[in-house]
C-alpha cells in the first residue's frame, strides 16, 4: 500500500490549498484517513480524520472551521480543503489510513507535503 500526499506549496495567509492522498495497491475504502502535520520543532499532531464513508469526521480545535477533510472512495483519495491558512499552520503534512474508527492507530502512512503559510 503505498500513500502519495500532494497540493502542499507556498500561500499567502488567509488563502487556501487542497491537499490529496491518493492511495495506491490496496483499496482503502473501509479504512479511515487521517491527516497530520509536523512543524520545525514541534512533535506531529493530527489534524483532521474521516471515517470508511465519510459521515463521520474530527478536527483538532486549532482548525475547526477553517479545514474540511473528505474522502472520494471510487478514487481511493483523501482531501484536506485549508482555507483561511496562517502562518500556524505552516508545517510538514501526513496523510495516513487505519482500519479502525474512531482512528487510533494507523497502518499506512504517505510521505509528506509541505505547507508554508507567508507573507
Known amino acids: 500500500v503505498q500513500l502519495q500526499a500532494s497540493g502542499g506549496g507556498p500561500v499567502q495567509p488567509g488563502g487556501s490549498l487542497r491537499l490529496s492522498c491518493a492511495a495506491s495497491?490496496?483499496?482503502?475504502?473501509?479504512?479511515?484517513f487521517g491527516w497530520f502535520r509536523q512543524a520545525p520543532g514541534k512533535e506531529r499532531e493530527s489534524v483532521a480524520a474521516v471515517n470508511w464513508s465519510g459521515n463521520s469526521k474530527t478536527y483538532a480545535e486549532s482548525v475547526k472551521g477553517r479545514f474540511t477533510i473528505s474522502r472520494d472512495n471510487a478514487k481511493n483519495t483523501a482531501f484536506l480543503q485549508m482555507n483561511s491558512l496562517k502562518p500556524e499552520d505552516t508545517a510538514v503534512y501526513y496523510c495516513?489510513?487505519?482500519?479502525?474508527?474512531?482512528?487510533?492507530?494507523?497502518?499506512?502512512w504517505g510521505q509528506g507535503t509541505q505547507v508554508t503559510v507567508s507573507s
Open positions: 495516513a489510513a487505519g482500519s479502525r474508527w474512531p482512528a487510533r492507530d494507523y497502518q499506512y
Open positions: 495497491g490496496y483499496n482503502l475504502n473501509y479504512y479511515a
